[in-house]
């Protein structure tokens, strides 16, 4: 891999006296907030920092499995060249990222932070694992922080000085036939699927679909860790069917800020478990388990590839403003996700997916829109027109693809990988990303109205003068089943999702490793694109009343992320977080409470 190349990425039941106390701690926490130092946790060289016998005694409760890992500097220092050409290679390797505890999926964001190392980490094999190392982080003032599939664009799950809890091996799933939450006993049973915090969502979908004939709402990208997913609110291909991951939420397991392991579900402390739903990752507890409701399979997926190049940007503009009314008139339904993109060259590209629909039927669906631009030649060029579909059980099924559809897919090269272990071509350009800038805004239904399409057309056209602008319609939901909008009302992620046609996403980095002579960022290419980023969202600001973005898709300077990730539902996962957390264990960056700690609200927490 070219690693300077430059890409733009597309890609309850609370016992009454726990309550009472809880609540008790928040007060005097929060005044105490005020009064602490900077440099508010211990670090390594502080006198408070655990001695190694504390560190010992960590590692018998743990059974072992308290680590010290390499820091990416330190694998290449000691590598012969050979081997740096071999960890080279598989640092392109997604699922080499995520079996290393001293890894990320991004390399880091620039201004904002970079990957750090943890001094140690406890790789839980159980929730008893998670237990101590809470406890120990608690009692010893330690910075903690929570890594599953370590996908963060924001770097939230890995910090400087820190005691990393990480999730990797927490990954046994198990289908239901009939789950019951528990304590719930006049509930209706659900076909579900309970799954180890660490896995991943490729590990999901090989027992759900592959194997079980069933769907569960996750994530596009293979790779990204499941719990981290639900967390955000959790968006796939076919969300605009289902609605959001976290609305098929039916119970969790989490360890909260006092060391207890709970069980948690709409009777059992449903204040946070309606948090965990969208609130954002590492700001409650440390999730062991979850459990999500399975929905019945379609006949079909199936996939829309089209390229179309404009010849002025005359032809251009026109381009958008038919594309535009074409999806409010034939794909504004559940039927359609992914995204369009419209990029500076005057490119339209389309990486749509559909759900329910035959091969015939979406040819059928798209056929006035290829006239269209066919009856055009001295205008537009389709470099591009795939239009397909398939049975929905091999969607993810990597024997399959790699027979029939080998182009859409990587296997993990490791000799000792399972052979289901695949993830998408797309996401290459995503793996060690250090990024320049990533913005993100709900645009509402409302701008799909005749009367609004060309003032949506323009502002996009001129968006694209800066940089490319993707618009993912899986991750606005209006267009959804009223049962699935239902679902994600009762999550914590911001309310105009369900009103919102599409999230529009701009974003772009290089591959790069910070830190490795030959191989660091470009930073003031970096900061000049981070501009341009920038100035492409501003021309759509103004089509919106609201800063709506998507938590784990967005900007890490965001600077109303308070609404911008949560809208109304701020003030109650604040309070929620008081309750459960009040002396803030866990923290991250634009995490809900962490106001409290930034010093300034843009740089990373320590
Ligand atoms: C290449 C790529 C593709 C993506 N594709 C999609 C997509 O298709 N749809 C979508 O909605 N999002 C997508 N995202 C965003 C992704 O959903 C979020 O970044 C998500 O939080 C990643 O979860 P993770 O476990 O992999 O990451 P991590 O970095 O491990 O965790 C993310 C956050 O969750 C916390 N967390 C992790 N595990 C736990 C736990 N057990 N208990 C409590 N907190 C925990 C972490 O502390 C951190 O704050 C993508 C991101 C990348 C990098």
């Known amino acids: ?53 504390q560190w010992q005694q960590l590692n018998l409760e743990v059974n072992g499995h308290l680590l010290q890992p390499k820091s990416l500097e330190e694998m290449f220092e000691k590598a012969t060249a050979s081997r740096r ?17 001293g890894l990320t999926q991004s390399a880091g964001w620039v201004d904002a932070w970079e990957a750090a190392c943890s001094p140690y980490v406890v790789a839980a094999q159980n929730e008893k694992h998670v237990v101590a190392a809470v406890n120990f982080a608690r009692e010893n003032n330690l910075r903690l922080v929570v890594k599953g599939g370590g ?23 198990t289908l239901h036939e009939a789950f019951v939450p528990d304590s719930c006993p006049g509930m209706r049973s659900y076909k579900a699927v309970t799954i180890g915090a660490g896995a991943m969502w490729m590990d999901v979908y090989n027992a759900v679909t592959t ?45 909260t800020a ?66 535009i009314e074409f999806y409010s008139t034939k794909l504004f339904n559940h039927h359609w996700g992914e995204s369009a993109k419209l990029n500076p060259e005057n490119t339209l590209s389309c990486g749509m997916v559909s759900c329910g629909l035959s091969e015939a039927e979406s040819q059928m669906i798209w056929k006035p829109f290829l006239d269209w631009v066919r009856g055009s030649p001295q205008d537009y060029t389709l470099n591009k027109a795939f239009i397909g579909a398939m049975s929905s059980r091999h969607w993810w099924d990597a024997d399959w693809r790699g027979k029939n559809l080998a182009r859409t897919i990587i296997k993990d090269p490791r000799p000792d990988a399972p052979p289901e272990h695949v993830y998408w071509t797309d996401n290459q350009g995503e793996v060690g990303v250090f990024l320049h800038g990533y913005e993100s805004l709900w645009l509402p239904s409302s701008l ?56 529009v996403i701009i974003a772009g980095g290089e ?39 998507y938590v784990s898709e967005s900007s890490f300077f965001e600077k109303s992320w ?37 010093r300034n609200g843009f740089q990373r927490i320590t």
């Open 1 to 53: 891999m070219n690693r300077r190349t430059l890409i733009k990425l597309i890609a309850a039941f609370p016992f009454v006296s726990e309550a009472f106390l809880l609540n008790k701690n928040a007060a005097s926490a929060s005044e105490e907030k005020h009064l602490l130092p900077a440099r508010w946790r211990a670090r390594p060289g502080d006198a408070k920092w655990p001695k190694a016998d």
């Open 85 to 101: 050409e071999a960890l080279l290679k598989n640092l392109e390797n997604p699922y080499f990222r995520g079996d290393e505890p």
């Open 151 to 173: 996908h963060s664009y924001k770097g939230t799950s890995n910090a400087p000085d820190s005691l990393l809890i990480w999730t990797r091996a927490l990954k046994e799933i």
């Open 211 to 255: 194997k079980g004939g069933r769907y569960v709402q996750g994530g596009g990208c293979a790779t990204v860790g499941v719990v981290g997913l639900v967390h955000g609110g959790g968006f796939g291909s076919f969300s605009k069917h289902y609605g959001t991951a976290a609305a098929s939420l039916l119970q969790a397991e989490i360890v």
């Open 258 to 323: 006092d060391g207890a392991h709970r069980v948690i579900n709409e009777q059992r402390n449903p204040d946070l478990f309606w948090a965990i739903k969208g609130g954002g990752g590492g700001s409650y507890g440390v999730i062991t388990k979850l459990t999500l409701k399975t929905h019945d399979l379609p006949e079909h997926f199936g996939g829309v590839s089209i390229q179309i190049k404009a010849s002025s940007d005359e032809a251009y503009q026109r381009l958008i403003e038919h594309f």
């Open 448 to 503: 799909l109205k005749r009367r609004n399409q060309k003032r949506l057309a323009r502002a996009l056209f001129a968006s694209s003068r800066h940089w490319s602008v993707e618009l993912h319609f899986n991750k606005g939901l209006a267009g959804a089943p009223a049962e699935a909008l239902e679902a994600v009302r009762h999550t914590a992620t911001n309310p105009a999702v369900l009103d919102a046609f599409v999230l």
């Open 511 to 549: 591959q790069s490793i910070p830190g490795l002579p030959g191989h660091e960022p470009n930073l003031s290419e970096a900061r000049a694109n981070a501009q341009r980023i920038s100035n492409a969202m501003s021309e759509l600001r103004p089509l919106v009343n609201h800063s709506g973005c």
């Open 562 to 598: 308070q609404q911008a990730f949560w809208g109304s539902n701020y003030d109650r996962l604040k309070s929620i977080k008081e309750r459960y957390d009040c002396h803030d264990l866990f923290i991250v960056h634009h995490g809900v409470g962490s106001e409290r700690w930034a």
